[in-house]
Antibody
């Protein structure tokens, strides 16, 4: 079974850092792009960041560029999101999502985790 | 960043109705658009990729069309389980961007 399990969320003060992780199983991890998507409760989806299967192509939403860093460890079947200089507006449920097509950045995300909650508050 | 304008933001319909949701991109994105369904408390589910390709396991009453800047999701005959929120997502260029969502409610 293809599965994504996020971890690392929690309550953090503004300006602090947090590192999210996503453990992948059930598919050949190093053949797919991976993404982080977030959602404020009751609001819409926001794509946060994506990384190609070989880490050669990386992108960020304008709202997090320069503060967040996406990375992956293909040997550990894991995706990460390092979040620095956190702001109240970063409070959200963060989903890890798998790219749909092998060795492609296109065609969206076909498998999603259940998310991990990040709360930024003093 | 490419802006995705989705309409309507909400829609009331009855079981059996045919409904259409549209997304417009602020610039051409070829056919690099997907449609997602999200139910309360659940992760999004991919319905359509590359504008018109039905994801495996998705009922054939869902269809997508369009290219360039204008895209459409159509549900041919609404079923009770289709009442949810729908989002488009452009994956043509980083940063990817979602539409604002369309909440489909029971009339």
């Amino acid at each position: 079974e293809v599965q994504l399990v996020e971890s690392g969320g929690g309550l953090v003060q503004p300006g602090m850092s947090l590192r999210l992780a996503c453990a992948a199983s059930g598919f050949i991890f190093d053949e797919y792009a991976m993404h982080w998507v977030r959602q404020v409760p009751g609001k819409g989806l926001e794509w946060v960041s994506g990384i190609s299967w070989n880490s050669a192509s990386i992108g960020y939403a304008d709202s997090v560029k320069g503060r967040f860093t996406i990375s992956r460890d293909n040997a550990k079947n894991s995706l990460y999101l390092q979040m620095n200089s956190l702001r109240a507006e970063d409070t959200a449920l963060y989903y890890c999502a798998k790219g749909t097509a092998i060795f492609q950045l296109l065609h969206g995300m076909d498998v999603w985790g259940q998310g991990t909650t990040v709360t930024v508050s003093s | 960043a490419i802006q995705m304008t989705q309409s309507p933001s909400s829609l009331s319909a009855s079981v059996g109705d045919r409904v259409t949701i549209t997304c417009r991109a602020s610039q051409g994105i070829r056919n690099d658009l997907g449609w997602y369904q999200q139910k309360p408390g659940k992760a999004p589910k991919l319905l359509i990729y590359a504008a018109s390709n039905l994801q495996s396991g998705v009922p054939s009453r869902f269809s997508g069309s369009g290219s360039g800047t204008d895209f459409t999701l159509t549900i041919s005959s609404l079923q009770p389980e289709d009442f949810a929120t729908y989002y488009c997502l452009q994956d043509s260029n980083y940063p990817y961007t979602f539409g604002q969502g369309t909440k489909l409610e029971i009339k």
